[in-house]
């Protein structure tokens, strides 16, 4: 069963970079066409950051494009984010996800169907 | 980008009710709507994609309909476990965009 987990500083400092690792377990992250991230700020509602694919093309939220990348790493079945020059309103909680394409009526839709706990990160001085 | 709207906010039910929970796309997203529960410091989770397709485990209690911009989450008869907040999100396009949330509240 594959599991996802989220690891990382917990603290960052203003005009400081975030950087998240996503720990795929029970399967290859091969096996998967996309993975994602997603986070909620404290009482806030939710937040797409981007994409990665299995192949390693990218698409990111044109509101963080600048700022944010995300990586995969095969050898460490782990996908990454990072997060330049942030701020105290980057404070949220960060998840990771799986994206699963469902076929139906000739039709291919996308979810995210499986979710890390998440992890809250702080940035303050 | 494509704004998903849901109102209420919160919504107070007892248990057994049935309860409708709307969501309304800013343009024809056709059928590319996913519903997810989220309980308080949990992650979210997925209940139904492609607007009306229930995920395996789900409750057959919770069903979703509706295509183009107007779309409805049914849960038929409430829970306790039910009580808890539910987000539309399109993956209509990029950037993938998530509702407000409605919270169900114990009445």
């Known amino acids: 069963q594959v599991q996802l987990q989220e690891s990382g500083p917990l603290l960052v400092k203003p005009s400081g970079t975030l950087s998240l690792n996503c720990d795929v377990s029970g399967g290859s992250i091969s096996s998967t066409s996309w993975w994602t991230w997603v986070r909620q700020s404290p009482g806030k509602g939710l937040e797409w950051i981007g994409e990665?694919?299995?192949?390693?093309?990218?698409f990111y939220n044109p509101s963080l494009k600048s700022r944010v990348a995300i990586f995969l790493d095969r050898s460490k079945n782990q996908f990454s984010l990072r997060l330049t020059s942030v701020t105290a309103t980057d404070t949220a909680k960060y998840y990771c996800a799986r994206e699963t394409d469902y076929y139906q009526s000739g039709v291919y839709y996308r979810a995210f169907d499986l979710w890390g706990q998440g992890t809250m990160v702080t940035v303050s001085t | 980008d494509i704004q998903m709207t849901q109102s209420p906010s919160s919504l107070s039910a007892s248990v057994g009710d049935r309860v409708t929970i709307p969501c309304r796309a800013s343009e024809n997203i056709g059928s590319y709507l996913n519903w997810y529960q989220q309980q308080p410091g949990k992650a979210p989770k997925l209940l139904i994609s492609a607007a009306s397709s229930l995920q395996t485990g789900v409750p057959s209690r919770f069903s979703g309909s509706g295509s183009g911009t107007d779309f409805t989450l049914i849960i038929s008869s409430l829970q306790p476990e039910d009580f808890a907040t539910y987000y539309c999100q399109q993956s209509f396009n990029t950037p993938y965009t998530f509702g407000q949330g409605t919270k169900l509240e114990i009445k």
């Open positions: 990665i694919s299995r192949s390693g093309s990218t």
